[in-house]
């Protein structure tokens, strides 16, 4: 593993990565986001967690805007996010998003899913997109299946090539939705070692998952969230060992059996 | 445990067994297929009888001229072959450069032009087309070698289908001066009056379509109002009504000077009208993407532009072909109707030749002629389409 192609993270930065000041959200009448406050520093590692339906991945993808919040303010490194359609496209290309169906390109080789946002956003030549992307692939473990199509590979390869995917934009930011759901039990673990190594490297990142086993090893911080809200969040071993708030007891209790 | 591999008992594979399993498997099945059998071989005996013994095929092979380019004047015609020359060797260099999909389109043109030249065996003028079609066939594999051989750059070539299209219509209609004098649109007939009507068509209602189904599925109020009308107006009414009022209505409402040919005048119409199904079929194509392909595109910064050009266009495409080939072969066989505008294609010539009176009762001789290049084309069609899913299709699944 090579630190060679890590995006560049100002660790003597104090400036928060992400500010999420009393965002709301509706879904026509339904309310499922109540205001949610949350603050990520450079090179923070934060867990979110709760019960399906809880909101929390609406409410990562309101920080690329995949969809719109109605109310309050998000900051991304510095850019407010507008209905401008120049600061979306500018903290979208900040922002690597891995999705739980991972979402590969099914037309397109595993390079080429890879090379494609570089090149057509970031106008890299061929030869630098190809280069780079072979050095994630190699990264996250899977150059040999650089000629693929997706449809070739084991679920595992194929969110790790979407983790590679993400990263050739060289992103300031990882979000994580529900990566490792909608794998067979043997694959999650070579996709939270490529996140864990990455989280080693330095990157920010957002996960919303439920493996807790990944969230007590590798989260500066976890946050519960419940009903549209932030009930309670801390350091894993405050949330795992002295849960304050009721609800993260029960939910805690339901997961780790 | 052994697990030794057994040959399968004898009773299950070889030609006895096949018979048995798949045409007398049960009374009922023996039947059926003895009386299909039956049928078969009579009309093979009848129609084949006629075909060889009865039919006077004279009337086809002494007009064979009018049934492949009309009223075209002879000694302009070197013009067509030259045009099909440059169609075949662009056709073989593209196929020997990018392989798969363009390989079909060269495959196709030389197996075509193969079939055509066994459809003229018996014609006067047999010698000159067969030998100028097998040397256009011969000289697709020798351009598709040339393409493989030689690392030929692919903008050019690109360029160069682009330019054939203004040097295909200065070719056929003629420049004015030089060796390429005006041959009149009016003149132009048969079976290249046939392809040209169906190629244009084609090529023009394709893009067009495919823009209308981005415009009805657009978020621009005005865009996709627009769309939808066109499509819902122009299939809502016939082929033929659209011919009419691009024939006689279009030069009411223009100036009086303004004059638009003949058979613009049907290209036109049959683009439009071909147009407003091909945004149907794509616009299924399109609901077919899942919304995650959009998400993962935009979360990587592509915009609405590149989402649709790269990501969701290729796959949208690609599950209509069938359909979109389906929608080809039914323009094909609709270019028959602008006979009712007065121009003279295959079919309309062969009914030109059938009232002359020297072809009296020869009417089964000429349609079935017209129908047999008709097969010949969409059957092709249909193969290429086979052809075009399965080198599409790496990957899908």
């Given amino acids: 593993m090579t630190a060679d192609n890590l995006p560049p993270v100002e660790a003597e930065s104090t400036e928060p990565m992400i500010v999420c000041r009393d965002v709301h959200k509706w879904f026509g009448q339904l309310h499922v986001l109540r205001g949610i406050n949350l603050e990520v520093q450079p090179r923070e590692v934060v867990v979110i967690f709760g019960a399906s339906g809880s909101g929390k991945s609406t409410f990562i993808r309101t920080i ?50 890879v090379m494609l946002a570089p090149m057509r956003v970031r106008k890299w030549s061929r030869d630098q997109a190809e280069h780079v992307g072979m050095e994630l692939l190699t990264r996250v473990g899977i150059p040999e299946q650089a000629h693929k199509h997706p449809a070739q590979l084991s679920g595992g390869q194929q969110q790790r090539v979407a983790i590679a995917r993400a990263l050739a934009m060289q992103p300031k930011i990882m979000l994580f939705d529900e990566p490792t759901s909608a794998l067979d039990p043997e694959m999650i673990s070579e996709v939270l070692d490529v996140m864990r190594e990455l989280a080693e490297s330095g990157m920010t990142m957002l996960c919303v998952t439920h493996e807790m086993g990944f969230a007590r090893a590798v989260a500066n911080r976890m946050v519960f969230f419940d009903n549209g809200e932030i009930v309670e969040e801390g350091p894993p071993s405050q949330i795992f060992e002295a849960p304050q708030h009721q609800r993260t007891k029960q939910f805690l209790a339901q997961i780790l059996h | 445990m052994t697990a030794e591999t057994l040959p399968p008992p004898s009773t299950s594979i070889g030609p006895a067994a096949w018979l048995r399993r798949n045409l007398f498997s049960s009374i009922g099945s023996s039947v059926a297929t003895v009386v299909i059998l039956a049928l078969v071989a009579y009309l093979a005996v009848t129609v084949g009888g006629w075909a060889i013994g009865e039919a006077r095929w004279a009337v086809v092979t002494s007009n064979l001229r009018l049934f492949l380019i009309g009223q075209y004047p002879v000694e302009q015609a070197w013009r067509l072959w030259l045009e099909l020359a440059l169609l075949s060797v662009l056709a073989g260099v593209s196929g020997g450069v990018y392989g798969q999909t363009t390989r079909t389109l060269a495959v196709s043109l030389s197996a075509m032009q193969l079939l055509l030249a066994v459809l003229m065996v018996a014609s006067p003028l047999g010698p000159i087309i067969i030998g100028g079609l ?177 990501i969701v266009l290729p796959q949208a495409l690609r599950s209509v072909i069938p359909a979109n080939v389906g929608l080809f072969i039914s323009l094909l066989k609709d270019t028959t109707l602008v006979t009712i505008v007065g121009l003279l294609e295959i079919l309309g010539i062969g009914r030109a030749i059938l009232a002359q009176p020297e072809s009296l009762g020869a009417n089964l001789e000429v349609y079935v002629f017209v129908a047999g290049v008709f097969f010949v084309l969409c059957y092709a069609m249909s193969q290429a389409s086979y052809r075009l899913e399965r080198a599409m299709g790496v990957g899908s699944r």
Avoid: C, K
């Fill in chain 2, 134 to 310: 097998l040397a256009n066939a011969l000289a697709v594999w020798g351009a598709y070698a040339l393409g493989r051989a030689f690392a030929v750059p692919r903008t050019p070539l690109l360029i160069a289908w682009v330019l054939s299209i203004p040097v295909s219509f200065a070719l056929i209609g003629g420049i004015g001066f030089g060796p390429l004098p005006t041959v009149q649109s009016s003149v132009w007939g048969g079976l290249l009056l046939t392809m040209l009507l169906a190629v244009v068509g084609i090529l023009l209602a394709f893009p067009l379509g495919v823009l209308l189904a981005l415009g009805r599925r657009s978020s621009l109020p005005a865009a996709r109002v627009l769309s939808t009308a066109y499509i819902e107006l122009v299939r809502g009414v016939p082929l033929i009504t659209l011919l009419f009022m691009a024939d006689i209505m279009l030069p009411l409402l223009l100036p009086g000077e303004w004059r638009i040919d003949r058979v613009a005048r049907a290209m036109g119409g049959i683009t439009l009208f071909s147009a407003a199904y091909v945004a149907e079929n794509v616009r299924g194509g399109l609901q077919a993407i899942p919304s995650g392909q959009y998400e993962a595109a935009h979360a990587l910064g592509l915009n609405g532009f590149q989402t649709n050009l790269f």
């Fill in chain 1, 64 to 113: 690329n805007r995949l969809e719109e919040h109605q109310r309050g303010e998000i900051v991304v490194d510095g850019i407010e996010l507008t209905d401008d359609i120049r600061n979306i496209a500018a903290i979208r290309s900040e922002i690597g998003m891995v999705f739980q169906s991972f979402n590969l390109f099914p037309h397109l080789t595993v390079m080429q899913n």
